[in-house]
């Protein structure tokens, strides 16, 4: 199994800063993968972030609003520019265990813009 | 697209009831699927997982979910909910990139 630890698991913020979330995994993975859940909703992917390139992201994202960086294969993160509050949701980082057999994720940050 | 619809928005059982949780796929191969839970302020759990053979699956917490190719349908089932079960369910299956489409969840309440 893998561990994920998120941070921070929640704030408050002003419309027009940005937040960057942090996701660290205890062992490598090869693919890692942000998701958003919006308040009373499913979970939905942003996108899926690349070690040594450009992250893919999913119709509806876009980089300069999410851009995610993926230094290396236990670390990425994931920044919501440019904040509203329409992006107040729960965002979630998860990995893809070694056999591909279940995917992990961190216990989420709760993100409330003001 | 790939898709998993959960047609159940909201249920509501008795503790000691029987419950069943409605899932259905869209997806042209087997698909690999799942099912999660995602207690208030907790993030998600994996209750079990489907991805070929005995198409009566076991998980955790006495859950349990029945793969229907017939009926694209894999549903989750406990034969006695206690109370600690209300949660949100979710459904799920993987996408050829591995990352996840989750169905709309399913909300239980469980009454005393």
């Known amino acids: 199994s893998a561990v994920i630890s998120q941070k921070p698991s929640r704030d408050i913020c002003q419309r027009g800063t940005s937040l960057t979330i942090q996701c660290q995994v205890d062992s490598q993975v090869t693919m890692m993968f942000w998701y958003r859940q919006q308040p009373g909703q499913s979970l939905t992917l942003i996108a899926t972030a690349n070690q040594g390139s450009e992250a893919t992201y999913e119709s509806g994202f876009v980089i300069d609003k999410f851009p995610i960086s993926r230094p290396n294969l236990t670390f990425s993160t994931l920044t919501v520019s440019n904040m509203s509050p329409e992006d107040s949701s729960i965002y979630l980082c998860s990995v893809t265990g070694a056999r591909n057999t279940e995917a992990f994720f961190g216990q989420g940050t709760r993100l409330t813009v003001v | ?112």
């Open chain 2, 1 to 112: 697209a790939q898709s998993v619809t959960q047609p159940d928005i909201h249920i509501t059982v008795s503790e000691g009831a029987s419950l069943e949780l409605r899932c259905n796929y869209s997806y042209g191969a087997t698909p690999y699927l799942f099912w999660y839970v995602q207690s208030p302020g907790q993030g998600l759990q994996l209750l079990l997982k489907y991805f070929s053979g005995d198409t009566l699956v076991q998980g955790i917490k006495g859950f349990e979910a029945e793969f229907k190719r017939s009926q694209s349908s894999f549903n989750l089932r406990k034969p006695s909910v206690h109370w600690s079960d209300a949660a949100e369910y979710f459904c799920a299956s993987y996408t050829g990139r591995r990352a996840l489409t989750f169905g709309s969840g399913t909300r239980l309440q469980v009454q005393p």
